[in-house]
């Protein structure tokens, strides 16, 4: 497999080019997987999805006026009604403005996990892939030491470390907390992906053109390496975007996420779990936003993936 450019060009658009009636024009990678995207209607229902949602995080008062931290002891488990079409939790909150509302801190944290492990894997892939040898070594195998440890055990062990049980927490520091502890226990897959992404770049033809000209190892990573290893590490953001969410409602559950008086969906999950027999629509659907959001990432992530995946073509 040869690089014809070093733009975005892989094998799999080079061998879509030709001279015969079959041949189809291509602009590059970027190009080529914006066509595949656009022709799937996976990738059209998940951005509708993801789209809402995102304007739900943004204008949560387009859907409700109602404040999710208003409660009435009175109407405690009331069932749905017109002034509450959800019903009401143990504590009398209205529970479709809490759902609501719960949309932004739950997609804050998938995107800033998503961001911080995107950004620390590749930083960590490339130097491994780009640099080899020892340094290759070292990378790898302080990598294996935080992809050894187990999720849970993981986040129970970093955020009772900084909170004390019973203890107060504002909501930034909750936030960052929880962000910052997905991102330590889930970076080495994105440096994997992105040391093998870079492994393969190193070889190829334009990548030893740049250097036989003099150019730096800064400029061959950023203007080389870089923009030919993006494809893998864009689908597994994309993906790790609706686990992220997923794992966030787990450790709310746990009691060691999310916590009031910070709405989340993982957080109502976990305040509807001691009376879900009473309580059923507590649960129910704040459970439903999570799923549909983790299923439209990770929808959208299967259609990135397949669109972007030369060799799958």
């Not at 492994?199 to 950023?222: N, S, T």
Request: a negative charge.
């Amino acid at each position: 497999m040869t690089e014809t450019a070093p733009g975005l060009r892989t094998a799999g658009a080079a061998a879509s080019t030709g001279t015969g009636p079959d041949a189809e024009p291509t602009g590059g990678l970027w190009a080529d997987g914006w066509d595949q995207l656009r022709h799937r209607p996976l990738f059209w229902i998940a951005s509708t999805l993801i789209g809402v949602l995102l304007v739900m995080a943004l204008f949560p008062t387009l859907f409700t006026s109602v404040d999710p931290q208003a409660a009435d002891l009175a109407l405690s488990g009331a069932d749905p009604s017109p002034d509450a079409i959800f019903g009401r939790d143990l504590q009398g909150h209205d529970i479709y403005a809490r759902a609501i509302h719960g949309a932004a801190p739950t997609l804050t944290v998938g995107l800033l996990a998503s961001l911080g492990t995107v950004v620390l894997g590749s930083v960590a892939g490339l130097a491994a892939g780009y640099v080899g040898g020892w340094g290759d070594s070292v990378i790898s195998r302080f990598a294996e030491v935080f992809a050894g440890l187990p999720f849970i055990l993981g986040g129970i062990v970093i955020l009772t470390t900084f909170n004390k049980p019973g203890q107060i927490v504002g909501e930034v520091r909750i936030v960052t907390q929880v962000v910052l502890t997905i991102v330590v226990l889930s970076w080495p897959l994105a440096m994997r992906i992105m040391r093998a992404a870079a492994l393969e770049a190193v070889q190829q033809d334009y990548v030893k053109a740049a250097r036989a000209l003099g150019a730096g190892p800064w400029r061959i990573v950023a203007r080389h390496i870089l923009p030919n290893t993006l494809a893998p590490v864009l689908v597994f953001a994309t993906i790790q975007f609706g686990v992220f969410i997923g794992a966030e409602a787990t450790l709310s559950f746990l009691g060691i996420g999310l916590r009031d008086p910070v709405v989340s969906w993982g957080v109502m999950i976990s305040e509807a779990q001691e009376r879900v027999a009473d309580i059923p629509q507590a649960l129910f659907f704040p459970a439903a936003f999570l799923v549909v959001a983790v299923l439209a990432f990770v929808m959208l992530g299967d259609a990135v993936r397949d669109a972007f995946d030369p060799r799958g073509r």
